[in-house]
């Protein structure tokens, strides 16, 4: 941990973190909704409120590696929500409530947005991300930067999910030694362990997706373009999405509602602004939402497991609940392709080429940074390479993306219209003939899909294997189908609500 957490965790004890314990509200496991009722009631304040996380974090942090940042503004901020909302002005649904961003979210403040990656530690950023300032807008409190998979999982292939230079190893909180996957790992885990309320992640390929479903919380990968990526860290603009990590729907949607729509640093916002409903999200948190909508299940690849084992038990079961409750199941299906897709070839290419000309762009916008280039930072990994474990984990992925020439490069060109083409005789293809309203599919199987779609995708809590270790079912559509999912999640949830607390099982 570093001076400064420690120091602002020792500050908060010696103001009296437990006071809030003395309270009729308790914030664990709290949605957004009930936070709101108790902060209008006044039975507690954003400052207490704040106190209880950062004592959660003093508690568990040490454990579970999950937050890289405490912001040292806190207080202020707790201090700043609390006397608007004496001013009786109105207020929207995350007004002083306490978030955690991705360290690869910009924010401009005290805290630095590194990726996880010594390389960008003391870059300074020219302003908030586009998410950030909207956060900001509703009145949200910054409350740190979670942890992550190092530049998201984009630098070497061998290091382990949640891993990263400043951060360490996040640990899973129910299983300490099962898979936290990643790579937007210390938003789920600190979520899962009520270090913070809510919690904003970043996909890729399954970066939000795969660590809700194994952290039991719940993940929104948006359509491409409906949140802002500007001042994120980028692997990919043809890719890259930012989402809510929470632990339920609800205040997956309340945080969905306060983070979309248009930017004028992110030109994908302009297009996908037509999908927002007018209204917003939380309309769509429908008890029966499941009546009337046809779920596709694609068997194989997807639910590949042996017949009569507990997951594949789990599933079925689900199967019953969705059909009982109104949802018509569309079984059997296929994508064509699917091993094609899923084997990456493609989209490994075009990432590479993406992530060398976005990352420089990246760079070349910040006002002060020790990196500009790729280039750069492979350079600095060697220079500080004990640091950043190089001899063990290496950079081979940087090493790649180094490679490549450019997307005027055929290969890349080539990747391009496959990818296309996948899309439209896969998922596509099959949604519209079979006029479905979502996939069904387990834990992180169907990102490669959502992925070179731009698609989105709703990750909810499914069960806990026999080992403990928690499993999750992701809804997923075609672009601007998060009305119809959110209806789904939600309305799954209500009838399932199988998210329990972490048993920090070791
Ligand atoms: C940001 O990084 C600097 C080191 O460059 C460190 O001194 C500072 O404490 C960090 N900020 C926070 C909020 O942890
Ligand atoms: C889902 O993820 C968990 C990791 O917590 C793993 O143990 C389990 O085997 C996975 N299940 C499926 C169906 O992939
Ligand atoms: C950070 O953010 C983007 C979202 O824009 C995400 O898709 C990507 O995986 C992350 N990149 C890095 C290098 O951390
Ligand atoms: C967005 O598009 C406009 C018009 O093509 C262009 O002038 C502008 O530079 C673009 N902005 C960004 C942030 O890419
Ligand atoms: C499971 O059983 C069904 C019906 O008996 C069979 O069609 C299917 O191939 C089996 N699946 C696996 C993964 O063994
Ligand atoms: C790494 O070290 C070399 C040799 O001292 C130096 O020229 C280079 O600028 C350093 N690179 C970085 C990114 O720190
Ligand atoms: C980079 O390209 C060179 C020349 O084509 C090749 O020898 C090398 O293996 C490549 N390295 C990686 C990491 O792909
Ligand atoms: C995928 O499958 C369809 C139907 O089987 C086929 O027509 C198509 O050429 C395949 N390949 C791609 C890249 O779409």
Redesign the pocket.
């Known amino acids: 941990m570093s001076p400064a957490l420690l120091l602002i965790l020792v500050v908060s004890c010696s103001l009296g973190v437990n006071n809030v314990r003395g309270y009729n509200f308790s914030p664990a496991d709290a949605t957004v909704a009930e936070l709101q009722q108790a902060l209008k009631q006044n039975t507690i304040t954003s400052r207490q409120l704040v106190e209880y996380y950062l004592s959660q974090i003093l508690e568990l942090n040490s454990r579970v590696r999950g937050i890289i940042e405490v912001n040292p503004d806190v207080f202020t901020l707790a201090d700043q929500a609390d006397s608007v909302r004496k001013s009786g002005v109105p207020l929207s649904g995350l007004h002083g409530i306490p978030i955690l961003l991705k360290d690869n979210i910009s924010t401009k403040d005290k805290l630095n947005t590194t990726a996880g990656s010594f390389a960008l530690l003391g870059s300074v950023i020219p302003r908030d991300a586009g998410v950030a300032a909207k956060l900001r807008a509703a009145g949200a409190i910054i409350l740190g930067k979670a942890a992550l998979s190092e530049w998201a999982y984009y630098r070497s292939s061998t290091a382990p999910n949640g891993w990263s230079g400043r951060g360490g190893q996040v640990l899973n909180p129910y299983v300490m030694s099962a898979d936290p996957c990643g790579s937007s790992t210390g938003s789920a885990v600190s979520v899962a362990t009520n270090m913070a309320a809510i919690s904003l992640g970043t996909e890729t390929d399954g970066s939000i997706i795969c660590p809700s479903a194994y952290n039991s919380v719940v993940g929104i990968k948006p359509t491409l373009g409906l949140t802002s990526r500007a001042g994120v860290v980028p692997i990919s603009p043809r890719q890259d999405t930012v989402g809510p990590i929470c632990r339920t729907v609800s205040d997956a949607v309340y945080v969905l509602d306060a983070i979309v729509g248009y930017d004028p640093y992110d030109n994908a916002t302009v297009a996908a602004s037509k999908f927002i409903p007018p209204g917003g999200y939380i309309q769509f948190l429908n008890p029966s939402g499941l009546k009337g909508k046809r779920l596709g299940i694609v068997r194989s690849p997807f639910f590949d497991f042996p017949n009569g084992s507990f997951i594949a038990q789990s599933f079925e079961k689900h199967f019953q609940i969705l059909s009982q409750n109104g949802a018509i199941l569309v079984d059997n299906l296929q994508i064509?392709?699917i091993s094609?897709i899923q084997n990456g070839v493609s989209e490994g290419i075009a990432l590479a080429t993406e992530f060398k000309i976005a990352l420089s762009s990246y760079l070349s916008g910040l006002i002060a940074s020790p990196i500009r280039t790729l280039a750069n930072a492979i350079s600095f990994n060697l220079n500080y390479s004990t640091l950043e474990m190089i001899p063990q984990y290496g950079q081979d992925v940087f090493l790649q993306a180094e490679n490549t020439t450019g997307t005027g490069d055929p290969a890349y060109q080539a990747a391009l219209a496959?990818m296309q083409?996948?899309t439209?005789?896969?998922v596509v293809?099959l949604m519209t003939e079979y006029n479905l309203d979502a996939l069904i599919t387990p834990n992180a199987t169907v990102t490669s899909v959502l992925a070179i779609g731009g698609f989105p995708g709703i990750s909810v809590p499914a069960g806990y294997g026999l080992d403990g270790s928690p499993f999750g079912i992701c809804f997923s559509g075609l672009q601007g189908y998060e009305p119809r999912l959110i209806e789904i999640a939600y309305a799954f949830e209500q009838y399932t609500k199988i998210r329990k607390p972490p048993s920090y099982l070791v």
């Open positions: 064509a392709n094609v496959n083409s996948l439209a005789n896969g293809k």
